[in-house]
T-cell receptor
Framework: AQSVAQPEDQVNVAEGNPLTVKCTYS??????LFWYVQYPNRGLQFLLK??????LVKGSYGFEAEFNKSQTSFHLKKPSALVSDSALYFC?????????????FGTGTRLLVSP | ETGVTQTPRHLVMGMTNKKSLKCEQH?????MYWYKQSAKKPLELMFV???????ENNSVPSRFSPECPNSSHLFLHLHTLQPEDSALYLC???????????FGQGTRLTVV
């Protein structure tokens, strides 16, 4: 069964500084990996995904993520944080090799960007 | 607006009531999901329907009963719920394993 770990409940960063939100995963086959963001009282919004190819993927709002197969990680990054990036971030994984679309999420990391 | 619509947005129900949550998408997706979001378990997968198959989380109590009459509609039937079932229930849909899921705005359920 697939699983995702987000080891940090909260990440604090000052505006203008780079940010990293960590994610590690476990699947029996190859992974499809996703990042989502959630603002208060809203559903989840898709940010970016890794399916195949280049290990560095770029997404919405200047976010990017790096797939590292040997470390089974998919950390979310942004070179310069904005106060408006403050939100709840979820990493998710799907097993690419099974015949089903089960999508499993991590526990989420709250990002707080201070002015 | 993601193309996934959930109704109602808010629901308050007593423990003896029976109610249903509704989700619909007209994106041509072939999989639909129910997730429960609460403080204890931020995003718990409850059920997945894909190509008319169903996968369920074995820890979901039988007082939650999903129904997927077609690829565009998904229901979650609720009966004799407990206060700990109060949470945000999110519906999502997707097309294929290598595509992202689109989420609805959720139904905020309060059991009194």
């Amino acid at each position: 069964a697939q699983s995702v770990a987000q080891p940090e409940d909260q990440v604090n960063v000052a505006e203008g500084n780079p940010l990293t939100v960590k994610c590690t995963y476990s699947v029996s086959g190859n992974p499809y990996l996703f990042w989502y963001v959630q603002y208060p009282n809203r559903g989840l919004q898709f940010l970016l995904k890794y399916i195949t190819g280049d290990n560095l993927v770029k997404g919405s709002y200047g976010f990017e993520a790096e797939f590292n197969k040997s470390q089974t990680s998919f950390h979310l990054k942004k070179p310069s944080a904005l106060v408006s990036d403050s939100a709840l971030y979820f990493c998710a994984v799907r097993d690419a090799d099974t015949g089903f679309q089960k999508l499993v999420f991590g526990t989420g990391t709250r990002l707080l960007v201070s002015p | 607006e993601t193309g996934v619509t959930q109704t109602p947005r808010h629901l308050v129900m007593g423990m003896t009531n029976k109610k249903s949550l509704k989700c619909e998408q007209h994106l041509g997706h072939n999989a639909m999901y129910w997730y429960k979001q609460s403080a204890k378990k931020p995003l718990e997968l409850m059920f997945v329907y894909s190509l008319e198959e169903r996968v369920e989380n074995n820890s979901v109590p039988s007082r939650f009963s999903p129904e997927c009459p077609n690829s565009s509609h998904l229901f979650l039937h609720l009966h004799t719920l407990q206060p700990e079932d109060s949470a945000l229930y999110l519906c999502a849909s997707s097309l294929g394993r290598n595509t992202e899921a689109f989420f609805g705005q959720g139904t905020r359920l309060t059991v009194v």
